[in-house]
Structure formats: structure tokens, C-alpha cells
């Protein structure tokens, strides 16, 4: 029954304090990324969020809005599952749909966003 964690990044995110507390806390227990969308474009319009292009020497990469989940296990009490769940542009019904029953399948039994 591990603790559920989610933040909603973009302007809902108050000048990126809680996805910075979210990626410290994943961080304080070793979380490692578990799932992600495999089509982000069906939720995701990348005019709004656009791509972001980093150059590093001879080598360029892409990072595209997407939604992640990522675990993290404590020595004691209950582990952790971080959500970064960007808020969709379409497909809003299938995607609170899909992201409802990620949290029923873990066992998620509390929350907070």
C-alpha cells in the first residue's frame, strides 16, 4: 500500500515548487521511472507544451511532455509512487481514466496532490 505523490507541472505548478519537491523526495529514496506514456501526442498538444532540445557536445536530445510514474522504497513504513502528470490537452476522460486505474492496480489507498 504505498503512498501516491503527484504533481501537475506547468503554470498549476507555482514557479516549479512542487516539481522540485517531487524530484527531491524521489531522489531521498532512490526513485527509479516505472511507466510512462507510450504515445504521449494522444494527450499531450506539443504547440502548448513544446519539445525541448538539448545540445551536449556532438549529441542532441529531445525531451517531449510526458506523463511519469516513478517508485521509491523506504527501509521502513510505506514506499512511494510519484506521478508527474502533466494536465492533457484531449482525451481528458481516458487519461484521469487510465491514471485511476495505475493507482487501484498498485494498491495506492492514499494520496495527495
Keep these: 500500500e504505498p503512498h501516491g505523490i503527484a504533481v ?18 524521489e531522489r531521498l ?6 511507466a510512462a506514456l507510450a504515445r504521449p501526442g494522444e494527450f499531450f498538444d506539443q ?8 545540445k ?10 510526458n506523463a511519469v510514474v516513478a517508485y521509491g522504497r ?18 481528458a476522460d481516458d487519461y484521469v481514466d487510465s491514471v485511476t486505474e495505475l493507482l487501484k492496480t498498485i494498491g495506492i489507498k492514499r494520496y495527495v496532490l
Excluded: C, M
Aim: proline residues 7%.
Design 8 to 25: 501537475i507541472p506547468g503554470w498549476i505548478d507555482a514557479g516549479k515548487s512542487a516539481t522540485v519537491t517531487l524530484s527531491d523526495l
Design 29 to 34: 529514496v532512490s526513485g527509479q521511472n516505472l
Design 47 to 54: 504547440t502548448r507544451y513544446r519539445p525541448v532540445l538539448t
Design 56 to 65: 551536449s557536445g556532438d549529441s542532441t536530445r529531445i525531451t517531449i511532455t
Design 74 to 91: 523506504r527501509a521502513q513504513g510505506s514506499d512511494f509512487v510519484f506521478l508527474q502528470l502533466p494536465e492533457p490537452h484531449s482525451r
